[in-house]
């Protein structure tokens, strides 16, 4: 059993090490071709949080574990709402400067309700994975060409220097080789050791992809979003999390699906889908203007992803 736990935990430090290396080489190549900088930012903020949820969820279809695929998507989505959104907020109140927070989470909600309407059926085919990437190549579309991005040239600053670098060419493309194959080989780790995980507690794959894949996949947009934070960078905090669930519950998932439908357990349409669908109506009345997340509702979330995950657990061993 020790050397299991320590082989997931190597595992999510590759994950970790990979995802940074493979963001820094991806955004200082896109630099190169002379992408906005602005975009580059903002892509990065977002995309950088589901690196490790990508390299998890292709190794778990891979190995034919799609439960523990699906938890790790829907309990990541937990995760960012709750936890991560929760203790950047009680480290420092985020103030949100461009508007785009309000849109970006009706967009999270509507797919959450589109979500549940899907796995009615108990599954997630190849027609839903395809509807589900139409989806993340319009949200995509839409944020590009959203006027609000430009409305405030100090946080737009804020993203743009998120994605400044100036490495070389040649140590930009090595850093993505690296990233990828650190991303590869931590990604089996994880998925292998969580299984042994699995058996040997006596749970689901589904329930450690909620819970310990989920949290442990998020470390590394935990880490990034409380730097921003403390950097007073609300936007980026903000906006790396709804983007994130975004990729999750589009790109990632669709992608997934079309790998290999996925059988959606009873468990989820009843509570954890439908979680995700009530954080988002909690922070819509915080988050639909340029207003702070503050430390009082950062408490609410980290309090009510606790209390979820509690509920989790003992329903397992109920």
């Known amino acids: 059993m020790t050397q299991t736990i320590g082989l997931f935990a190597l595992g999510v430090l590759l994950l970790a090490l990979g995802a940074d290396s493979f963001v820094k080489g991806m955004q200082g190549l896109a630099l190169r071709v002379r992408a906005s900088l602005f975009a580059v930012g903002a892509s990065v903020a977002a995309f950088a949080g589901s690196v490790p949820d990508i390299a998890v969820n292709v190794s778990a279809v891979g190995l034919d574990q799609p439960g523990l695929a699906f938890g790790n998507i829907i309990g990541s989505c937990l995760v960012n709402l709750g936890l991560v959104l929760g203790l950047c907020a009680l480290l420092r109140p985020l103030h949100v400067r461009i508007p785009l927070a309000g849109p970006l989470l009706l967009a999270g909600l509507g797919l959450g309700v589109l979500l549940l309407a899907m796995s009615w059926n108990g599954r997630i085919g190849y027609l839903d994975g395809t509807a589900l990437l139409i989806a993340y190549v319009a949200l995509a579309a839409f944020v590009a060409t959203h006027r609000a991005t430009r409305r405030t ?102 992608v997934t699906a079309l790998l290999s439908p996925l059988e959606v357990p009873a468990s989820l349409v009843r509570l954890e889908i439908p979680a995700v669908i009530a954080f988002g109506l909690v922070l819509y009345p915080m988050l639909r203007g340029d207003l702070d997340l503050r430390r009082s509702e950062g408490a609410l979330l980290v309090l009510s992803f606790a209390g979820l995950t509690a509920f989790q657990v003992w329903l397992v061993q109920a």
């Open 153 to 254: 040239d100090s946080a737009r600053a804020a993203l743009e220097s998120v994605g400044s670098t100036r490495n070389s060419a040649l140590l930009l493309a090595f850093r993505l080789v690296l990233g990828l194959a650190l991303l590869v080989y931590g990604a089996d780790l994880v998925v292998f050791h969580a299984t042994h995980l699995a058996r040997a507690w006596g749970v689901s794959d589904l329930f450690v992809g909620l819970t310990v894949v989920a949290i442990a996949t998020s470390l590394p947009q935990l880490a990034m979003a409380l730097r921003a934070a403390a950097a007073n960078r609300g936007d980026e905090v903000v906006l790396g999390v709804l983007g994130s669930n975004l990729i999750n519950l589009t790109l990632i998932l669709g």
